[in-house]
């Protein structure tokens, strides 16, 4: 495939927004990554587009982290600070900006999203057709909503996909798809790590990545020549850490990484750090036995993951609809496995918060710049206006906090560069609260990570800070060397003038504050104080 | 009247919310102000209840303050910055708690509220019945809504009252409750300050403040002894400056304080207050001939709300209504009418952000601190949960961010002192941010009051200090003398800090965060990392 060769001038009529879950940057090719596993399909696209280097995370949590890539708005203002955390009924997602653009945002897969009920039914709020069904899926218009994790409710398409295809009629995710025979004949569930090696049941013609994008090849079959905005969000390579033969066995523990940690960080960590060491998952992937027996698996369904999206893109090449649809493939955070003696994510390493991002843009004008990695900061909450800007509608900038990455896909000026990644993290919900004896307000965490340092701040604590030049792996917290002072007082500073910078008035636009600044006179008839 | 004697043991079953508009705490002879002028009925009120020494509005803004006032919440986190910002719909007024209990939160008089009708249609919200008009009305049921200083459109109530007492049928407000006749016999609009002087055509019986207090008496009349809570929000003392006689010539300028301003504020003063100088009421307020023909009416206005606000009480006494009626008296911000070169309010002075707040509570409780001024700083962020804690209602403290004052109002242990005050003020409407030169997101600005030191965060400016105790005036800027280096360096920390504790999570209640702390096994069926 040329891609260049294939790019007319105009600009993208269709959106493919691809994420997966809990996919760590490095462990693709086309990020140096990897190691054995080689990702060719995911690396062809960022050949046809661009790689943003340093793309960070709002948070390293689904629930928040999604909220950001859909709102274009940071944890701290959309207020959705964990799972399952209601979405107040004023936050605006993607889907909504589209809507009032007369366009739908379809989803297949997986949002975390919840409505915020209560606080609807309080005020009587109540909606109807399209925007109702919006209201409920976060400005998405279902076409198969999936968030794995957990045996999915009767309404799953999967499910019942699942059940014609003869598998476990009662609960076909948690025996077949996550479920394995071990070498005894009995069930190993996918739940313990200690299964991981062992093949799913499920066939993998009919495992979660490859029914995901058999429905994205036939929605976008079905579209034809209408435009079209799609969300495909994988479940993958999330845990439970279960992959289909032949991807449960293409890696070994030869293969994979050891976990980046020191016996500084262990010994004498910052009490945050030291009470997620606690956590089971952490405890388990402190031992080697746990990191060599999920690592593979973990490049195993990355692998399946780079197979299928090889097989979304001759789809999209075949039907012509390179020419005209925008790509973005990311992911909602990394996942630790063992790094820092950490498992799962949440905490502001690397490994958690910074992620893949590439932008693939048909229009012309990104033609120079194609198959580049773009070393400026680029956000999750960035991809809410990289959309709407690639399809010609306005940026509300008075909600949406993040700004269009286009300018950096198409290698113009695209303003001042983003001094830093701003990230959250609110542990409230975590047994790392109970360890530190906290209250469910005191688990506020930040993190500022310029080029150079990131800066942790912890509410009620000590703050952290990494020389990410000098010590890419994070293992020296420099926060209490005297020669630091200095940069924990610039970085705070820095926090602190970013946070006096939010979004408060998110129910005007600059235009409209613009008409009415010192407008009382003409547009109310009101004097004030003339003699 | 001997209030205390008539205390009964049971606590409050009705409130009576009343706030002025544009009062200043130190024209009242209860907080030791007023010079000629005697407010003997609200001290009275005083006497009878808590009076908050130290007592701040978030906003100097009405429409920021009083959403504030209304939500429990800083302008921050409520996102009404300014005067007619409608506010989010996921907000939640006093009115929506009061609901959820079975209540009715009555408005008398003036809220500034407005809907945010285009996010609602947006998202194709809606609501009937009283929950439809509680949304659009800020959580209140309408008695009648004045919000005044303009003429008021045709569903106004007063309106319809002054035509068929005879005034002007078609612009009644304008010809008649704020103009006058002047010495030759034409015209002379209350909108100019040259004619505050003269008496406005209106009875003094058929004006804004004894329309209100009427209105007010016949309500709590119509009650019975069925439970209500009612706010009465007077348009007075802010301008226009028009009282009816003998209000308008009650006081003359000997009566009147002159303003607190120095030379060095007006040469070389901060750039945001620089810019505030230059607006029209600044330069007007500047001559003595302006201060001197306002402050004596504007006396007058303070002394006849004074006057009614006593037949209030003698009717509450008569009606009994004193056994079983919480009462709040305060205003949304102050006037600075001169003082350091500025008229209006807005700017972190004391004569704008420091508002009376009297707090009466029947219950028996109480008696032992009847009369007693409080020192512990309160914002009017406190009135919600003082509210709903006196009607024995839970205070959501998961979206209110004030806390209930009852504890101080009865002298029991309150919990620890709250360390400050914080306000807030987006000046990106006013002529002052095209004075400077300033984008609409470049206009921010915070107060952090202690005890002793008045900072002020100006973003993208210098900030500014001042030592309340050395310089109760505020008269010397002190953030440039070398010495006050780690005075700013804390205090700046302090309002980083604080805003780190903002509400994010408004969805969920703290019970509800905690129950759900390291419960993803027990409730979702989810195992995390166990080998």
């Known amino acids: 495939m040329n891609a260049p060769n294939a790019i007319p001038t105009h600009a993208a009529r269709n959106v493919l927004f691809i994420m997966c879950d809990q996919l760590r940057a490095d462990a693709l090719s086309c990020y140096g990554g990897g190691g054995a596993l080689r990702t060719p399909n995911i690396d062809r696209l960022a050949a046809m587009g661009a790689r943003f280097e340093r793309a960070y995370v709002s948070s390293a949590v689904c629930g928040p982290s999604r909220t950001s890539y859909y709102t274009g708005r940071y944890p701290g203002s959309h207020r959705v600070t964990w799972n399952r955390v209601p979405m107040p009924a004023d936050e605006w997602s993607l889907g909504d900006y589209l809507a009032e653009a007369g366009r739908d945002c379809w989803l297949l897969g997986k949002t975390h999203f919840v409505p915020d009920r209560r606080g609807l039914a309080a005020r009587g709020l109540s909606a109807d057709g399209a925007a109702g069904e919006r209201l409920m899926e976060g400005g998405f218009k279902v076409l198969e909503r ?8 009767a309404g799953s398409g999967y499910r019942r996909y699942l059940i014609e295809r003869g598998y476990d009629r009662d609960r076909p995710w948690e025996r077949d798809v996550i479920g394995s025979t071990g070498p005894d004949g009995s069930f190993a569930t996918g739940w313990l790590l200690r299964n991981a090696g062992l093949p799913a049941r499920v066939a993998e013609r009919d495992s979660e990545t490859a029914y995901l994008t058999d429905r994205a090849i036939d929605f976008i079959q079905d579209q034809g020549e209408q435009p079209w905005v799609l969300h495909l969000s994988y479940i993958k390579p999330h845990w439970p850490y279960k992959a289909p033969a032949p991807y449960h066995d293409m890696y070994s523990a030869q293969d994979a990484a050891a976990p980046v940690r020191g016996q500084a960080e262990r010994e004498r960590p910052h009490p945050v750090h030291g009470a997620y060491q606690r956590h089971e998952e952490s405890l388990s992937f402190a031992r080697d036995e746990v990191w060599r027996a999920v690592r593979p698996v973990y490049m195993g369904l990355v692998k399946q993951i780079d197979d299928h999206v090889g097989r979304l893109l001759d789809h999209l090449e075949r039907a012509g609809r390179l020419r005209d649809t925008l790509i973005v493939f990311c992911s909602d955070h990394g996942d630790l496995q063992g790094d820092h003696w950490l498992g799962e994510k949440e905490y502001f390493f690397e490994g958690a918060v910074r992620v893949p991002l590439i932008v693939y843009d048909p229009s012309s004008a990104a033609d120079a710049r194609r198959g ?6 680029a956000e999750c909450v960035d991809v809410v206006p990289t959309i709407l800007d690639a399809l010609g509608l306005d940026v ?37 609260r109970l360890f530190l004896d906290r209250g469910v307000t005191e688990c506020n965490g930040m993190m500022l990570a310029d080029g150079r340092y990131k800066f942790l701040y912890w509410q009620g604590l000590r703050p952290q800070l990494f020389d990410l030049r000098e010590d890419p792996g994070e293992l020296r917290d420099l926060a209490e060397e005297a020669w630091a002072a200095p940069v924990l007082r610039r970085m705070g500073d820095a926090l602190c003038d970013w946070a006096w910078r939010r979004q408060r008035r998110c129910t005007e636009t600059f235009e409209q504050v613009a008409a009415r600044t010192h407008a009382h006179e003409r547009m109310m008839n009101i004097v004030i104080g003339r003699w």
Do not use: C, N
């Not at 999936?146 to 409710?153: K, L, N, R, S």
């Not at 580049?372 to 900061?377: K, L």
């Not at 700004?403 to 830093?420: H, I, K, M």
């Open 146 to 153: 999936y968030d794995g994790h957990f045996e999915m409710d």
């Open 372 to 377: 580049r990695a773009v070393a400026e900061t």
């Open 396 to 432: 509300p900038a008075h909600r949406v906090e993040g700004r269009s990455l286009l300018p950096w896909v198409r290698g113009q000026a695209g303003g001042p560069p983003r001094e830093f990644a701003v990230g959250f993290l609110d542990y409230a919900y975590r047994e790392a």
